[in-house]
Each structure stands twice: as C-alpha cells, then as structure tokens.
Nanobody, 119 residues
C-alpha cells in the first residue's frame, strides 16, 4: 500500500517560491506515474504536473514556472514552484499510480498541503 504524505505548503507573497514534498511510504517504480494536483475553493481539481520514466507533463498554469522531480534517495516527489501568483492558491495533492501517465489513473492520494499566495 502506498501512502503519499505531502508537506511544504505555506503562505507566501506573490512572486515568491515554494517547494512541496511528497514522501512515499514505499518504492514506486520510475516507470509508473506520479503527479501533483491542485484544488482551489469552488473549483475542480486541476492537474499541475505528472511524470513517469518516459514523460513529464505540465498543466498550462504550471508551464515555465513549476518543476516536478523525484528525490530517489528519500523516496519523494517534489514540486518546485517559482513566480507564484495568487491564482496558485489551493490545496495541493500528491498522487501515485501503478500505471503509466498516459492512462491518468491514480490509485493513491495524499491528504494535501495548503498553499496560499498573497497578492
């Protein structure tokens, strides 16, 4: 059983940076998909970034500002967020799959970490 646990959320001024971390309770093969998602109040969940061994994809709101990567020593998925905007505010969730990213089927979800961007 995989249990993602997110951390790193905070309140930050617009233009600032944050790094989110997602610790995985067990090893996930690099061929399988890991991702970050965001849900703002009153809005649907939005895909921020996903990655597996073959691909890395960013949602339109993240392109050019966010970077998703893995820390294999710590079994963690990270999201470096730069040039933050107030519209980046929301709960950020980490998700893990036992399948490839192109299927977009995530089996395990964390509890989320809150990001608030003040502008």
């Amino acid at each position: 059983q995989v249990q993602p646990v997110e951390s790193g959320g905070d309140s930050v001024q617009a233009g600032g940076s944050l790094r989110l971390s997602c610790r995985l309770s067990t090893y996930i093969s690099t061929k399988f998909c890991l991702g970050w998602f965001r849900q703002a109040p009153g809005k649907e969940r939005e895909e921020i970034a996903v990655m597996d061994a073959d691909t890395t994809n960013y949602g339109d709101s993240a392109k050019g500002r966010f970077v998703i990567f893995r820390d294999y020593h710590k079994e963690a998925l990270l999201l470096q967020m730069n040039k933050l905007k107030p519209e980046d505010t929301g709960m950020y969730y980490c998700a893990a799959s036992r399948d490839y990213c192109w299927r977009r089927q995530f089996d395990y979800w964390g509890q989320g970490t809150q990001v608030t961007v003040l502008g």
